[in-house]
């Protein structure tokens, strides 16, 4: 069982619609969360952090379960630009900054 | 800043060959990582540096060497090149200190072994 594990997609939807990604997490020791954001041929880039209270950022909203181990992404009004890869990543504790990634969601926002 | 830098963009190597795959950052980041990204399996981490001097394996470190004698520097070494390691290879860096500290990604480099 991989140790972050999320729905591969793709999930096609239209521009202006909600769509909602979720992730698990095995590892009860994981001390931080993320979602990254991979165009395709690209580097992944932090889309945004996600702390226990849950965080917005304009049309992003991402929540934390711990209890759970569970991580969900919200993008709401959806564009073509939004067309992507969404990444699941967890920083496990200690020292170091190793990120555990998930395999990813494919997204394709259609016209 | 030119952020995370990574060459060459794209290799083709020959079963055996070995290489250096170079990777530079300008941000004064202390850490520094080697990742692989293959389709079905995410990114993987190979080796890790927390800072000049200090290097790590990660969760696939077989088949390569790092080494870190600069802040700035974090090369990658294949020793001899397998079909295997046919991949997508991504440098990050970021700082040390807290835990959401934002890892910055280099642009890749395409691998084929042959």
């Known amino acids: 069982r991989k140790e972050v594990e999320q729905d591969p997609g793709p999930f096609n939807v239209p521009e202006g619609a909600t769509v909602a990604f979720n992730c698990t997490y095995s590892?009860?020791?994981?001390?931080?969360f993320f979602w990254y954001r991979q165009d395709c041929r690209k580097e992944p880039k932090l889309l945004m952090s996600?702390?226990?209270s849950g965080n917005e950022d304009g049309r992003f909203t991402a929540q934390l379960n711990r209890a759970s181990q569970y991580i969900s992404l919200l993008i709401r009004d959806s564009k073509l630009s939004d067309s992507a890869t969404y990444l699941c990543v967890v920083k496990r504790g200690g020292a170091t900054n190793k990120l555990i990634f998930g395999t990813g969601t494919l997204l394709a926002v259609q016209p | 800043n030119a952020g995370v830098t990574q060459t060459p963009k794209f290799q083709v190597l020959k079963t055996g060959q070995s290489m250096t795959l170079q990777c530079a950052q300008d941000?004064?980041?202390?850490?520094m990582s080697w990742y692989r990204q293959d389709p079905g399996m995410g990114l993987r981490l190979i080796h890790y540096s927390v800072g000049a001097g200090i290097t790590d394996q990660g969760e696939v470190p077989n088949g390569y060497n790092v080494s870190r004698s600069t802040t700035e520097d974090f090369p990658l070494r294949l020793l001899s090149a397998a079909p295997s390691q046919t991949s997508v290879y991504f440098c990050?860096?970021?700082?040390?200190?807290?835990?959401?500290?934002?890892?910055?990604f280099g642009p890749g480099t395409r691998l084929t072994v042959l």
């Open positions: 941000m004064n980041h202390e850490y």
């Open positions: 996600v702390y226990s």
């Open positions: 990050a860096s970021s700082l040390a200190g807290s835990s959401y500290n934002e890892q910055f």
């Open positions: 590892n009860s020791a994981s001390q931080s």
